[in-house]
């Protein structure tokens, strides 16, 4: 951190923020110029919150060197992350990983098509939600423990890796030996309790960005689950909320880059909630791979106009061999 003092501060004013700072676990290196005092304060600490010194007397700027979350940081593993899903689907490698299928899991029959369907266009992970955070209590909540079943089963009858959404502690147990891959939706992203409990697995964990979440608190998201143990965690951007309504949300393609600078762990992009428009999901696809993304989550449904959730961005089956052949290009 590094501590600017005001023009003309006294002598007594900086002994107190250096007293303060040291206190804190910080070693001082100061530099004292014509105008303005200069505190640079080195530690390991990444605890602290920079507001304690910015009220001190005589502190004009408190600037904030290093990221305070350290697992999670591109200094950990400077040659990246690669994690496997299931049996060997390698996300952070060379291949772009595309994860599709229905937003939920709704009967055998729908989601043994749409796997069937995906599998045969080069998608390596089947998605499909069986317990479903609604905006709306009266919404459509999922069809729970059964649906898992179905997803497996769907998913080992065509070679693809599982990933499915958990939403609280208690499902863990419970989703254990049908997935391969815990998702952590968007409105679940700060539920900290239950990262904690997926730093304690021994799967993967796929973290989506909160809708209204930064960057950094993505990062420090990733750092609960990481901070319990369990290093394989797939970030996702999905989108954030904005002013612009035309969208559902607003997906953040730079998102992509800055987070490969920031952290070693794997990015991919979920345009289907990203847009929220099946006509705006292949374009999104295709810029998040330009953009270097490692993988891709696309909704895809066998009915989708029929679809008990999320139709209007789930892809038609012929929409997404169609993009699949442009991915490759
Ligand atoms: C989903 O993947 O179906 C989902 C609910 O996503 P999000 O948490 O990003 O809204
Ligand atoms: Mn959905």
Avoid: W
């Avoid at 600037?63 to 400077?78: G, M, N, Q, V, W």
């Avoid at 609280?168 to 900290?192: C, H, P, S």
């Avoid at 209204?212 to 970030?235: K, R």
Wanted: aromatic share 4%; net charge negative.
């Amino acid at each position: 951190m590094v501590v600017v003092m005001q023009e003309g501060a006294t002598e007594d004013a900086v002994q107190v923020v250096i007293n303060r700072l040291m206190g804190m676990g910080f070693d001082i290196h100061r530099s004292t110029g014509a105008r303005h005092t200069v505190l640079g304060a080195v530690g390991a600490k990444v605890d602290f919150d920079t507001r304690d010194i910015e009220l001190l007397e005589g502190v004009e700027e408190v600037l904030r060197i290093t990221a305070p979350y350290k697992l999670a940081s591109r200094h950990f593993r400077p040659e990246g992350t690669i994690v496997t899903v299931g049996q060997g689907v390698a996300i952070g490698g060379d291949e772009v990983v595309v994860m599709a299928g229905p937003c939920s899991v709704e009967n055998a029959e729908q989601i043994n098509t749409i796997a069937a369907s995906v599998a045969a266009n080069g998608a390596r992970i089947l998605r499909g939600g069986a317990f479903k955070p609604r905006s709306s209590p009266y919404s459509f909540q999922g069809i729970g423990q059964v649906g898992l079943e179905m997803l497996r089963r769907a998913a080992d009858k065509h070679n693809l890796a599982v990933v499915s959404e958990v939403m609280e502690q208690t499902q863990i147990a419970k989703m254990l030996d049908y997935v391969d891959m815990f998702q952590v939706g968007a409105r679940n992203m700060q539920n900290y309790n239950l990262l904690r409990d997926l730093g304690k697995v021994a799967k993967p964990v796929l973290l989506k960005r909160g809708i209204s979440a930064t960057i950094e608190e993505l990062l420090l998201s990733a750092e609960y689950i990481m901070a319990g143990g369990n290093y394989n965690v797939v970030l996702c951007e999905r989108g954030i909320r904005t002013f612009e309504s035309y969208t559902r949300n607003t997906l953040d393609i730079s998102a992509i880059p800055v987070i490969q600078k920031l952290s070693h762990l794997p990015i991919v992009v979920d345009p289907s909630h990203g847009t929220g428009r099946r006509d705006k999901v292949g374009p999104m696809a295709r810029a998040a791979v330009a953009a270097g993304a490692d993988g891709l989550l696309i909704e895809v449904h066998n009915d989708p106009e029929k679809a008990l959730s999320d139709g209007a961005q789930s892809l038609f089956p012929e929409q997404f061999e169609k993009l699949m052949k442009e991915l490759r290009m």
